[in-house]
């Protein structure tokens, strides 16, 4: 699962308009997926061979797309934690800022840790009023069953008191 989450990931960002715009079902990736899992591969490959040139442009400033700052978001320990590449770069833009002020690799990592931490909290706490919202909405739909004599339509209840006289 994490192999395919990790292709469609590349696909949908790094690997460009040409997998983006055939990518458009569930069939089409199956179809393709070892095609994209090549390109992908041959892609990563060409990277770690040949400096980007968001890299050579790190001495003007970092930027979120540099290699300073994806290989933050691409350490073992977020790769294995944050299977999805969005998740783990959702930060890059701040990361890259904070890069320009001179912080090192780890205290990169260690300012992603948290930023990757306030994000599953504030996830919890959306899941949780997903969770209550969805429960008040049951209790008002059964109370409004009840108050209708098992239906929450009113015409069911008196469609059967006039089709009985």
């Known amino acids: 699962m994490a192999r395919v989450c990790s292709a469609v990931d590349w696909a949908m960002g790094p ?37 980007s040139q968001a890299a050579v442009s790190c001495t003007s400033g970092h930027r979120e797309d540099c290699g300073h700052v994806r290989a933050v978001g691409e350490a073992a320990e977020f790769r294995e934690r944050y299977p999805v590449f969005s998740a783990r770069h959702a930060h890059d833009r701040r990361l890259s800022e904070l890069a320009d002020r001179g912080l090192s690799q780890a205290e990169l990592r260690m300012v992603l840790r948290g930023l990757l931490r306030e994000d599953a909290q504030a996830q919890r706490v959306r899941a949780e009023q997903a969770a209550r919202d969805k429960a008040r909405v049951q209790q008002e739909l059964a109370e409004a069953r009840a108050r209708n004599g098992g239906s929450m339509f009113t015409a069911a209840r008196t469609a059967g008191r006039g089709g009985a006289a």
């Open 15 to 51: 690997g460009g308009d040409w997998w983006r715009r055939r990518l458009r079902s569930g069939r089409r990736l199956a179809d393709g997926f070892d095609e994209l899992v090549d390109d992908m591969t041959l892609a990563q490959n060409r990277s770690a061979t040949q400096p």
